[in-house]
């Protein structure tokens, strides 16, 4: 079973400018996360979808950062523009019977 | 509100003796409880998790955790550590209904002396 795929696993960007993440969840996995992990830290969830609906995104800092998940499948993470602050990883999850699965992050670095 | 305690930032220990990492939770009913490892440059592994019925929980690699309701611990432990335990890892608690969603401790980073 492929797990979860995260594009780019890196990126490099100057302030104020736009990034883009991709996430593709396991097959069949309704539920669907985005977490920021700040170097030092737990990560913290910033988005979580049901199928193509948003189900939480109090953390979510909704000036500049944006989600979608279209047909329930794919999903992408958008910040715009970003802050020196925005550096971490960002992970995607997705879960099946209340077990999250991990993909392997993406290191974004704002200079 | 809920929230995942680690107190030990870093804990160093020989290869081949035994391990406890420390997890104290804040929630005021019984929570899921995780344990997951991250290792260099990979995703989050889960562990071992505790939902309900017996309170000592048995994971991969070895692992082990017990729930303890009146000291609202999760303690990770193992017996024998290898080289290879070398990691991160990060408490997590989460509400056990329809929002499920994760809570995460900043994290105990694991050195193992050879």
């Known amino acids: 079973e492929a797990g979860v795929a995260q594009s780019p696993r890196y990126k490099i960007i100057e302030k104020r400018q736009s990034v883009a993440f991709w996430c593709n969840p396991i097959?069949?996995?309704?539920?669907l996360y985005w977490y920021q992990q700040i170097l030092g830290q737990g990560p913290k969830l910033l988005i979580q979808?049901?199928?193509?609906?948003?189900?939480?995104d109090s953390q979510l800092p909704k000036d500049r950062f944006s989600a979608e998940r279209l047909k329930g499948v794919d999903s992408t993470l958008k910040i715009q523009p970003a802050k020196l602050e925005d550096s971490a990883v960002y992970l995607c999850?997705?879960?099946?019977?209340?077990?999250?699965?991990f993909g392997p992050g993406t290191r974004l670095t704002v200079l | 509100a809920q929230s995942v305690t680690q107190p030990d930032i870093h804990i160093t220990v020989s290869e081949g003796a035994s391990l406890e990492l420390r997890c104290n939770y804040s929630?005021?009913?019984?929570?899921?409880l995780f344990w997951y490892v991250q290792s260099p440059g990979q995703g989050l592994q889960l562990l071992l998790k505790y939902f309900s019925g017996d309170t000592l929980v048995q994971g991969i690699k070895g692992f082990e955790a017990e729930f303890k309701r009146s000291q609202s611990s999760f303690n990770l432990r193992k017996p024998s550590v290898h080289w290879s335990d070398a990691a991160e890892y990060f408490c997590a608690v989460a509400r056990g209904d329809s929002s499920y969603k994760l809570i995460f401790g900043s994290g105990t980073r694991l050195l193992v002396r050879p």
């Open positions: 097959s069949g996995h309704a539920t």
């Open positions: 999850a997705s879960s099946y019977r209340d077990q999250e699965f």
């Open positions: 929630y005021g009913a019984t929570p899921y």
């Open positions: 979808f049901q199928n193509n609906g948003v189900v939480d």
